[in-house]
């Protein structure tokens, strides 16, 4: 026997004493006495924060199989001893904006947020990946872009099931889509959805909930989202809300009509009994950012006054998605096929370009609130003809091919038959700040988990698919200071966990699940820009997903122990 696994005499005596109190049901103690270590992993001498914000310590955290079972002075050894000193230690951290529904079947390791501390992906910004109907499912095939896969599941449930079966390194969870649903029953015709519709839209969400998902998630800028009438989503969450469900939306403005929608998700919070979350809160562009002083402030009200109201960021000043998001939603209606055919329609064409042009409180144009075409970046083709295009200006293409910009988008939609993907500038600076010191918002990266291989690298992405988070605690937490250490890792933690209703994570505490990210504050940062996205984040060390280490001195270990995580709803 190893002179370190041997028991001490006072060991063997507490071991026997124990044995004769508590024969059969002392684990940690019989571990103890035979020789073998007392712990899976022991993480030892770092400065621990617990996920609740408050003063770090110094201490150890015992793993036991997939959970932790001590924190504190931990004098048994474990199989795995892992020194922290010098290193913060934290709950994984939860990305409450994923979009990992794709990049995970391509790469379950997860690399571009394992190598952040992500442990938990949180999918379903308007659209899931199920319910699925044959006409949806149908589409998906066929929008399919660098990654392509089969489509074997039906709900939502099996989408994550199939995931798990093949391997992956961070956890799940997912909200069910009302685009999804809406699709699934109402197409993309702009109309409201008759009341069979709407009863089978209901039902929907409460099969969904009971398999795990955590609510009904929106996304109201874009068709056919943007048909869906405030009734409509309300009958949703009253489906989801007696299962615990959580209404989390992508407002339908961040613009013109900010305040507005601000009310609108209120509303349907206090009308359907939920509580509420603002994906990706931002005042886009100029003229706007003046009114989030006033949200923030409404907000605030609102919780004072018993109201269950939360939002969460990425810390960067552009955001990203098509070009569908510079296109009145007219256009669009009844799916990419109808809108790609209308575009050829000169008189159409004529149109759609004036109104690209004209200013609106009517429907978001994400072209307007950038200010300019050379505040557009390309960013995704499907088309190889068009990756030439990739990284450039919408400007810079359109002096290319001799057209104008509203011209040059639609052609592009024709032409790569995705509703290509693109980078806005339209977020202050002083903003990301001032919301950064509400207590109530957590993190999300808005964009898939991805790795610098393979089909990731055939198109450009937004940097924060690889940075949000290290970003976070680098910039805002370390260098500005906006928040302390241990009120940063609280909005990655346990505040996400709180609102998700999810039980066993976000916090370092016995009996939760070991989801672990052991990392240096004082190097922690993003590395990816919007010129050369495709870089990994650096500081952090080493990553423990459900009690398996997935990250080891900043290297993947190829493990793959990710599970779903369920809603307060699932029927376990």
């Not at 939860?94 to 379950?108: H, Y």
């Not at 402030?297 to 006054?305: F, G, L, N």
């Not at 790569?416 to 339209?426: E, H, K, S, W």
């Not at 080493?542 to 900043?554: I, P």
């Amino acid at each position: 026997m190893h002179p370190r696994h041997r028991p001490s005499v006072l060991q063997a005596a507490v071991c026997r004493t124990w044995h004769a109190v508590l024969l059969g049901s002392t684990l940690l103690f019989a571990s103890a006495c035979n020789g073998k270590p007392a712990y899976d992993v022991v993480i030892r001498g770092g400065t621990v924060y617990d996920g609740s914000g408050g003063a770090p310590r110094t201490a150890d955290v015992a793993i036991r199989g997939d959970s932790i079972v001590a924190v504190g002075t931990v004098p048994e050894k474990g199989q795995l001893e892992v020194d922290a000193t010098g290193l913060a230690v934290a709950p994984g951290f939860i990305n409450m904006l994923s979009w990992a529904t794709e990049s995970l079947i391509e790469d379950g390791r997860s690399q571009g947020d394992i190598r952040q501390g992500v442990t938990l992906e949180v999918m379903g910004e308007g659209e899931s990946m199920g319910p699925l109907s044959d006409t949806l499912r149908a589409e998906m095939l066929s929008q399919q872009g660098d990654i392509r896969y089969p489509i074997t599941w039906r709900t939502l449930r099996g989408y994550q099931d199939s995931l798990v079966k093949k391997g992956i390194s961070t956890n799940i969870a997912s909200f069910v889509g009302a685009t999804t649903l809406r699709i699934n029953h109402v197409g993309w015709d702009n109309r409201e959805p008759t009341a069979a519709e709407l009863a089978a839209m209901q039902a929907d969400v409460r099969t969904a909930m009971e398999e795990g998902a955590l609510g009904v998630g929106s996304s109201l800028i874009y068709a056919p989202a943007f048909y869906a009438k405030t009734p409509e989503l309300v009958a949703l969450m009253k489906a989801a809300a007696p299962y615990g469900g959580m209404y989390i939306s992508h407002l339908r403005s961040e613009g013109g009509r900010f305040d507005e929608a601000v009310e609108e998700l209120m509303t349907i919070a206090r009308e359907s009994g939920a509580r509420a979350e603002i994906y990706h809160l931002k005042a886009a562009g100029e003229a706007n950012w003046p009114k989030m002083a006033g949200v923030l402030a409404r907000i605030d009200s609102a919780r004072a006054a018993g109201l269950e109201i939360t939002a969460d960021i990425y810390p960067y000043t552009a955001g990203a998605t098509g070009l569908d998001a510079a296109m009145p939603p007219w256009v669009q209606e009844g799916g990419y096929a109808a809108w790609a055919k209308r575009l050829r329609d000169p008189a159409i064409r004529r149109k759609v370009a004036q109104e690209m042009r004209t200013p609106t409180d009517q429907w978001e144009s994400l072209l307007l609130a950038a200010g300019s075409p050379e505040r557009v970046v390309l960013a995704g083709f499907k088309a190889d003809s068009l990756k030439q295009y990739t990284g450039k200006t919408l400007a810079a293409v359109a002096a290319l091919r001799g057209t104008t910009p509203e011209e040059t988008a639609m052609d592009l939609v024709v032409k790569d038959g995705t509703r290509v993907g693109t980078i806005y500038f339209i977020i202050n600076e002083d903003n990301i700040a001032a919301q950064l010191r509400k207590p109530w918002v957590s993190v999300g990266s808005d964009a898939a988990s991805m790795a610098t291989e393979g089909a990731f690298l055939k198109s450009n992405t937004h940097p924060r698919a690889y940075g949000t988070f290290a970003r976070f605690l680098g910039k805002y937490v370390r260098d500005e200071q906006v928040l302390t250490l241990q009120e940063g890792i609280r909005r990655l933690t346990s505040l996400p966990a709180t609102n998700l209703r999810i039980a066993r994570r976000g916090w370092l505490k016995p009996g939760y699940h070991a989801d672990v990210v052991v990392f240096d504050p004082r190097t922690i940062r993003d590395n990816a820009t919007f010129e050369q996205p495709h870089q990994y984040a650096t500081g952090v060390r080493d990553v423990f997903v459900n009690g398996v280490q997935v990250l080891k001195e900043g290297e993947h270990t190829g493990a793959t122990p990710g599970r779903v995580v369920l809603g307060p709803g699932a029927k376990r």
